[in-house]
């Protein structure tokens, strides 16, 4: 599973997208992956709820047109400079939809992660003689894996595989150039995965053809507390 990184999230405006119900499934499930272990974007899609509800109930009491223009896009009538202005029935109509599952998130998703959540999370070093760390985590939780790789300038970027003892690839990771350097948090959903033994190989894509080198190789063995 790909895990949206937070340069990614903020670059393409994800808070908002998720709100609009703009994301495609495999967007969705990155962004949800990122923002439960990311408290900056919770807070943003915090935000962004609140703003939306607090326009809705601007909008409640405004007269609807009897005619709709065409409208161009979701996003035009959602634009926050329009949302000053007395709004169309669609674009009312349109309102009330985010702003319904903006209060779900507030009542329901928002408690769950302002809850205290401790996170298993284990430091990996490259394996270079079979060596595995052993993380124990909830079978329906999350954990974080925790490296390190040197920066190098020729890779823009990196990839990740978790693969599992049998060879298959049991979910994938980017990681930016930025990253490189310093202490890379990686945060993984246990239910997606079985109790074993996996390897984290991680690749760099060279900025002149895009090409994947491998850099490193971590090994892990997850286990399930309950």
Request: proline share 5%; net charge negative; hydrophobic share 40%.
């Amino acid at each position: 599973m790909n895990i949206m990184n937070h340069e990614e999230a903020i670059r393409t405006q994800a808070a908002e997208r998720y709100l609009l119900g703009e994301m495609n499934e495999a967007e969705r499930d990155a962004w949800e992956a990122h923002f439960f272990s990311c408290a900056v974007c919770t807070e943003e899609l915090k935000a962004s709820a609140g703003f939306v509800n607090a326009v809705q109930d601007f909008f409640s009491s405004a007269p609807a047109t009897a005619q709709v223009p065409e409208r161009k896009s979701v996003l035009a009538w959602l634009n926050w400079r329009e949302l000053l202005r007395p709004a169309p029935a669609f674009a009312c109509a349109m309102l009330l939809l985010v702003g319904g599952f903006a209060l779900y998130q507030n009542t329901v998703t928002m408690p769950r992660l302002r809850q205290p959540q401790v996170m298993a999370s284990v430091f990996l070093t490259q394996s270079r003689s079979g060596e595995s760390k052993t993380i124990s985590a909830p079978r329906e939780g999350r954990f974080e894996l925790r490296i390190e790789l040197p920066p190098d300038g020729k890779f823009s970027a990196y990839d990740g595989q978790i693969i599992a003892e049998s060879g298959r690839i049991a979910g994938t990771v980017s990681i930016s150039a930025q990253q490189a350097g310093g202490p890379i948090n990686i945060s993984l959903d246990a239910s997606t995965l079985t109790p074993g033994s996996y390897s984290l190989a991680v690749r760099g894509i060279t900025k002149e053809n895009g090409q994947k080198n491998d850099v490193a190789h971590y090994r892990f063995t997850l286990e399930f507390q309950n």
